[in-house]
């Protein structure tokens, strides 16, 4: 992951969503749980007024690789699950849910949601990209 990750934040009245594009693997956790909000069909894609902060907060924790992050307009952020918990796939990939510091070619950085390579094949590492027989 050299160079940084691109990220887009989406600013609403009562909360902030952030996007991450490269982290994103389509489990459509965000789409599927409230489509008013996130529209791939409309640009911006993510409108976070149409929706209840809280109820937006819970969807954003859905994503199961952490692309989308959300800060609440009173600076409230995600809590991270206690304990962490880590959940390896038949195929190798790790899920991980909770605080965690995740070593990346830029440095750490702190996470509360990942799905991390199993199989050492992906491009993006330590982040599964689906490019390896883990992600498949």
């Known amino acids: 992951m050299s160079g940084g990750p691109e990220k887009k934040s989406y600013e609403g009245r009562a909360i902030t969503v952030t996007f991450e594009a490269a982290r994103c693997l389509h489990a459509a956790e965000c789409v ?3 489509p008013e909000v996130f529209d791939t069909g409309r640009r ?5 007024d149409r929706a209840d902060a ?5 969807v954003v924790r859905r994503c199961p690789r952490g692309a989308l992050h959300y800060e609440l307009a009173d600076g409230g952020k995600e809590i991270p699950e206690r ?12 899920t991980v849910r909770g605080e965690q510091s995740v ?6 950085r702190t996470e509360t949601r990942a799905v991390l ?5 992906s ?14």
């Open 123 to 136: 491009r993006r590492q330590p982040y599964c990209d689906h490019s390896g027989p883990c992600g498949r």
């Open 117 to 121: 390579c199993g199989c050492a094949l």
């Open 54 to 58: 809280d109820r937006l907060a819970e």
């Open 32 to 34: 599927g749980g409230l």
């Open 83 to 94: 304990p962490t918990r880590i959940t390896r796939s038949p195929n190798g990939q790790l």
């Open 44 to 48: 911006p894609w993510i409108a976070p």
């Open 103 to 108: 070593q990346t070619a830029d440095g750490p």
